[in-house]
Nanobody, 123 residues
Framework: VQLQASGGGLVQAGGSLRLSCVAS???????MGWFRQAPGKDREFIAG????????RYGDAVKGRFTISKDNAKNTVYLEMSSLHVEDTADYYC??????????????????WGRGTLVTVSS
């Protein structure tokens, strides 16, 4: 599975941005999600969505501000980010998980990763 993320850029605090990630390849995907990593910090789970059923899960830092959605026909997942804070500045990574967990999205153990797309939020 190859994952291609796009949509990063520079935005002012309080603004919005949308990231996209297109998956290609023959492997079966159960969930897709987003992680981020800021300089000097550990990678952080942001959001995940199940391919079938659409169950979602969010990290505490982004609940109520970010929304994950999908378009199965396009093999694409989106991350709508609003009310951005300077602390949201990071490299954002798209990920995919080939294992299905009924009613649950894990925050670790993801199998496929795309390259990061940089989001910079200015004050």
């Amino acid at each position: 599975v190859q994952l291609q993320a796009s949509g990063g850029g520079l935005v002012q605090a309080g603004g919005s941005l949308r990231l996209s990630c297109v998956a290609s390849g023959r492997a079966s995907i159960a969930s897709m999600g987003w992680f981020r990593q800021a300089p000097g910090k550990d990678r952080e789970f942001i959001a995940g969505i199940q391919r079938n059923g659409g169950i979602t899960r969010y990290g505490d830092a982004v609940k109520g501000r970010f929304t994950i959605s999908k378009d199965n026909a396009k093999n694409t997942v989106y991350l709508e980010m609003s009310s951005l804070h300077v602390e949201d500045t990071a490299d954002y990574y798209c990920a995919a998980n080939r294992l299905h967990y009924p009613g649950f999205i894990p925050t670790t153990g993801w199998h496929y990763w795309g390259r990061g797309t940089l989001v910079t939020v200015s004050s």
